[in-house]
């Protein structure tokens, strides 16, 4: 009983401190991952406040390039809705003729899709709603500046401190940030050729599907789902009969191959985690703190995962490895 409501407690503590748990947890995942080239540029003798800040403002430029890239996508799915409602309705059309005994509901659920078509206004945050989230967002951004630059700033220092543990620490940030330059390399491709078969079949905003098939492949399992299921949406939208559904399946089919010959050939035997527990581990990051939950759920499940393993032997090393969606 008391382990359970440890448990409870904890979990309790990381959804309410969501505000300052997930931005931090964010900043040392990118502290993590950007470790090795810190490391390179010490050994060359350049100062660490430099090196934290040339990080800080490299790690800064990512995700707000990032955050540009997803704009045009949100504005195009905003832009859709419109059409995506027109769809959903005749799809609940048809099931309510396949299926008479729900008809009732059916027409509830239309004259809510209606409702809210009458009303899209009420989806839009007011001026005093941005205020007020205003310094919020400040802070967390904050909370992320002041964490990446630190920890990049005193990391061998913290990490000379632990004392037997120091070699764990520094092996897990270096399986970490390998992992992460490969799978950034593998996703860079996986959204090319998405976007090119999406232009071949003629789907719409297909640049854009192929730039949200590579940065969804970060979540694992649950970011290609998403792709799969948008592509199905757009597909009925855009097309008709059986050729809706060829934008998905083929998408299927290029997440499939990357996840058992191009993942498993360029990340090779970096990991040894449970698929089962990756998983589960993505759920709860995104249940836990949202999208940012879910994108540094893997990260932390990896570190942690080498940090409590027993100490290996010369020369071992650790197998397994993840795929994307198989």
């Known amino acids: ?37 810190a ?6 003798h350049v100062p660490h406040v430099v090196i934290a800040l040339g990080l800080l403002l490299l790690s800064t430029v990512f995700v707000a390039t990032v955050m540009l890239l997803i704009e045009p996508i949100v504005n195009v799915l905003i832009r859709e809705l ?40 009420t989806a839009i945050p007011s001026v005093r709603d941005a205020l007020w989230l205003a310094p919020s967002f400040v802070s967390q951004v904050f909370i992320f500046v002041g964490t990446l630059f630190f920890f990049t700033l005193a990391r061998n220092d913290l990490y000379r401190q632990m004392g037997s543990a120091e070699n764990r620490l520094r092996r897990a940030d270096k399986i970490v940030s390998s992992y992460f330059a490969a799978i950034t390399f593998v996703n860079t491709g996986l959204g090319i050729v998405t976007a090119i ?8 905003y297909a640049v854009l599907w ?65 698929p089962l527990v990756v998983f589960l581990a993505i759920v709860f990051g995104l249940w836990l703190w ?31 490895r993840l795929h994307s969606l198989s």
């Open 1 to 37: 009983m008391l382990l359970i409501l440890t448990i409870i407690s904890i979990t309790v503590s990381l959804h309410l401190a969501q505000h300052i748990l997930a931005p931090m947890s964010f900043a040392l995942v990118l502290g993590v991952v950007v470790s090795p080239l």
């Open 39 to 44: 490391d390179r540029l010490a050994r060359h």
């Open 82 to 121: 419109p059409r995506i409602k027109f769809v959903a309705m005749g799809l609940i059309d048809q099931a309510s003729q396949l299926l008479r005994g729900i008809e009732t509901i059916s027409q509830e659920i239309e004259q809510s899709v209606g409702a809210e078509a009458v009303k899209p206004q």
């Open 197 to 204: 078969v999406m232009m071949a079949l003629g789907v719409e």
């Open 210 to 274: 192929g730039l949200a098939a590579g940065l969804l492949n970060f979540v694992l399992y649950l970011g290609p789902l998403l792709i799969m299921i948008g592509l199905a949406i757009a597909g009925m939208i855009q097309f008709h009969g059986a050729y809706a559904f060829l934008p998905p399946l083929l998408f299927f089919a290029i997440n499939l191959a990357e996840a058992n010959f191009a993942t498993p050939l360029v990340v090779g035997q970096r990991m040894a985690v449970n």
């Open 290 to 320: 949202g999208p940012i939950g879910a994108f540094v759920a893997l990260p932390l499940l990896l570190w942690l995962g080498v940090l409590l393993q027993p100490a290996a032997a010369p020369g071992a090393h650790s197998g397994g």
